[in-house]
């Protein structure tokens, strides 16, 4: 078991993941948990954050800050997703190892595999193909980060693992129709068209895609569960296993909602990968399990945003 006096940085914790990993460590007893937000510790801020770990000395660092968005963001604005996301993972990691910290786990995603990888998507398709191109420079910013963690492991003997979330949701997700994911997305439109009574709602692409979703909760059951077990520098999946369809995701969101009309397909927006299921193996057979069914953690996230967004 880890010492639950161990200091813990967790970069991000504000965020959908850093927010769920604070709540998991309080519950597990963690006390010794520095916290800095935006206006305290920029962490694009090279001086700042090397005398922030050279003060607070964290001996266990997760790496959960990222410029995010859903498809749209992402293929917008290619410069702010790699540079903003390059920049902030380059100071922390070499701040983390300057400062001897035990171990640090950086959060990947799934869309550093090829857009045409095998299904479900084991840990050695990386690198094996050309990437999707609505989140190219995304991807190449998390697979440097991968890349820079091995570095660290293989040079200078860091602990430094790296693991690949598939899609996630939950409490304090992004509502904000242009920059959101998929998931908080519909819920916030399957909302607003049940409160105006609308006949439509309109669902981007297809529908065809399929997309494999995590409650961010069990992402960071999974975390800590990796910091206890998991000592390889080799990238390691994270997710339930089993995907859906973007159409059987926006029936599913309605059901629960409660919105009674029609979808309306919106073909000028983009699909992106066709598929996006991880190959969940490795980290089923070191013995973890995800506990929160989609339909019951779409239900609770819903809850949150009544409570907190929808207001
Ligand atoms: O979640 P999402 O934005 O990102 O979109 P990706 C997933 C699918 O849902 C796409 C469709 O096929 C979208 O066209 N979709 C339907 C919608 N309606 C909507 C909507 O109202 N909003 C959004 N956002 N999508 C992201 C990457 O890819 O996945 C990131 O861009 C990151 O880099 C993240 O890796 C996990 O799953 O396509």
Redesign the pocket.
Known sequence: MMDTSEKIFVAGYRGLVGSALMRRLEREGFHNIPKRDRSQLDLGDERAVQSFFAKERPAIVIFAAAK?????A?NDFPVEFLLDNLRIQNIIIHSAYETGVRKLLFLG???IYPKLAPQPIPETALLGGPLEP??EA??IAKIAGIKLCQAYAREYGANFISAMPT?LYGPNDNFD?ET????A??LR?AHEAKTRKARELA???SGT?R?EFLHVDDLASACLFLLEKYDSPEIINVGCGEDIS?RELAELICAIVGFEGQLAWDDT?????PR?LLDVTKLHNLGWRPTIPLRDGIAQTYEWFLKNVAH
């Open positions: 995010v968005g859903g498809i749209k992402n995603s799934s869309c609505t989140n995304y991807a899609n129709l959101s994911h998929v998931l997305a519909l439109k669902v981007w692409g895609p997309r973007i927006k983009p699909d992106g990968t996006k």
